[in-house]
């Protein structure tokens, strides 16, 4: 019987599962993937968001503006990487330069700190790649960059830390009342618990009409993005926005936090909820966007192509309510999801409370995570000590990212460690590099197979049936 069980393993569940660990609970997160991160929150810009975009009065607007403002902190305490690069809304018309004051105007309302509208001067001498034929730009110096999947598995490998139960391959199917407790029917059996929280990214409209919640339709919308090689890494520093238009922010050009450049997204409705396949008309469509506004996006170093789907509904803003007593929607949370995840966390918690939820606060919150340096990333001392403890930070595994059997076997090891190919790559970028673990994936496979006793041929590429082999040749 748990105190609060939590439904999805997103960014969103993840967020809340953290936030709730602060206490004297017994909290479980059911999620139907593998491994933390499966759903929106593993494909998508990792933009945190300054908050000018959201409509006035909107959930979105509140959330985004008081999330942006927590990222960094989180991201420090939490070690995970996060750039504070800001960003720039470029206008080359009239119209456009229109559509740049209403933001500004909203983004003064939503209570976005430091923005101004800049010239094209100011604009070009900040990032030169830019169309010198750029009139104006609005200019959000808060605005970040962050790698979401990451920070999805820091929040939840942390709230694992601190007693929180993941629980994978556990597909909700059905959720009834006995008395007062939940019942939450599942591939895995029934879990029991006093208090409920939707966080099941695409399928939340049907955990809130299994809720009796509120009944809305999911519009699943596809994005694609292409993702290039580092050499061309230093294009642009800040993330570069067009002007929005009704489908949505449009096609931007940004750095991540790892040296790349990405280009993205684009939105095609789509009515799979899962089918996360790139097109060559989408990726035609990225690149005219993204080379409008920026010089130098040369095709020849696209490393890879990737889509996410985002749980758009006809609603229009997040979905967080009381679906009936005991139970929290955190549903239909598109963007600006990824960086508005902590605040809503913070106001999935206040509504449990309202409903009855205590709190004690743990004696001992275990804030920081442990042990979640890179071979890379340490210093010539650390790396010294690190090879006299363990002599795999010797074998460099991903030629392109650096990666070493050390630091995979850690993150095979680690709390919620990974149990696939993706699960290493999501962790410790092995194969995120340039020749996309054409040369790596064997020996990840290989340590893989030793480090969890598998056979490698049951090895999966991402979740369940994704086999990378089929048997053996010699
Ligand atoms: C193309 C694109 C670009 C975006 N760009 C940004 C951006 O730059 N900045 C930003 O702030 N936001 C952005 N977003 C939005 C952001 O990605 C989402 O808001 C966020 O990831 C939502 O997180 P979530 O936890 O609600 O959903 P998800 O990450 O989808 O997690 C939901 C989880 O629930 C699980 N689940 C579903 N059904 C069940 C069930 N029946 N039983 C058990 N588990 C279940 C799923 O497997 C999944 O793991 C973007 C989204 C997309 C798609």
Redesign the pocket.
């Given at each position: 019987m748990y105190d609060v069980l939590i439904?999805?393993?997103?960014?969103?569940?993840?967020a809340i599962a953290r936030e709730l660990s602060k206490n004297e609970l017994n909290i479980a997160v059911?999620?139907?993937?593998y491994d933390?991160?499966?759903?929106?929150?593993?494909?998508?810009?990792?933009?945190?968001?300054a908050g000018y975009d959201a409509h006035e009065g909107t959930l979105k607007a509140k959330l985004?503006v008081r999330?942006c403002e927590m990222y960094e902190g989180l991201c420090k305490e939490l070690d995970v990487p996060y750039k504070n690069n800001g960003s720039l809304v470029v206008a080359f018309n009239e119209e456009e330069q229109k559509e740049v004051e209403v933001l500004y105007k909203r983004g003064i309302t939503n209570g976005v700190p430091n923005l101004k509208i800049i010239e094209k001067n100011e604009i070009l001498s900040m990032e030169p790649n830019i169309k010198d034929n750029v009139i104006c730009a609005l200019y959000a110096p808060t605005a970040g960059i962050v790698s979401?999947f990451e920070m999805?598995i820091a929040l939840g490998e942390n709230a694992c830390e601190n007693g929180v139960e993941f629980i994978f391959n556990?597909?909700?199917?059905n959720i009834y009342k006995d008395k007062d407790k939940f019942m939450v029917e599942?591939n895995r059996g029934i879990f029991e618990a006093n208090y409920v929280v939707n966080?099941?990214?695409?399928?939340?409209d049907?955990?809130s009409k299994m809720l009796s919640g509120r009944i809305f339709s999911m519009i699943p919308?596809?994005?694609e993005?292409c993702l290039f090689d580092k050499i061309i890494g230093d294009l642009v520093e800040k993330t570069i926005f067009p002007t929005p238009t009704e489908k949505g922010k449009g096609i931007l050009v940004s750095p991540t936090v790892h040296g790349n450049i990405f280009i993205?997204?684009n939105?095609i409705y789509q009515e799979d909820r899962e089918d996360t396949s790139t097109y060559i008309e989408g990726i035609n469509e990225i690149l005219y966007g993204a080379q409008k506004n920026v010089n130098g996006i040369d095709m020849r170093y696209v490393i890879t192509s990737f889509?996410?789907?985002?749980?758009k509904t006809n609603v229009g803003d997040f979905i967080i309510d009381i679906p009936q007593r005991g139970a929290v929607n955190?549903?239909g949370?598109?963007?600006?999801?990824?960086?508005?995840?902590p605040a809503i966390a913070e106001m999935v918690v206040s509504l449990l409370c309202d409903q009855g939820l205590v709190l004690r606060k743990k004696k001992y919150f275990k804030a920081n995570r442990s042990n979640t340096k890179k071979f890379i990333e340490m210093n010539d001392e650390e790396k010294k000590k690190a090879l006299e403890q363990n002599p795999l930070y010797g074998r460099i595994i991903c030629r392109c990212e650096h990666i070493t059997e050390g630091d995979i076997v850690n993150a095979i090891r680690r709390p919620l460690g990974a149990i696939s190919v993706d699960g290493v790559k999501k962790r410790v970028r092995a194969g995120m590099g340039r020749c996309q673990g054409g040369f790596c994936m064997p020996r990840v496979m290989e340590i893989l197979e030793r480090e969890l006793n598998i056979d490698r041929k049951n090895i999966n590429k991402d979740g369940p049936g994704s086999y990378i082999l089929t048997g053996r040749t010699k």
């Open positions: 439904i999805g393993a997103g960014i969103v569940g993840c059911v999620e139907k993937g933390v991160s499966c759903g929106s929150t593993k494909a998508n810009s990792g933009i945190v968001h985004n999330g979401p999805a556990c597909e909700v199917s599942t966080a099941a990214g695409i399928n939340s049907k955990i919308t596809r994005g993005y993205g997204p939105a889509a996410g789907i985002r749980s955190a549903a949370i598109e963007s600006p999801g990824l960086t508005s995840a």
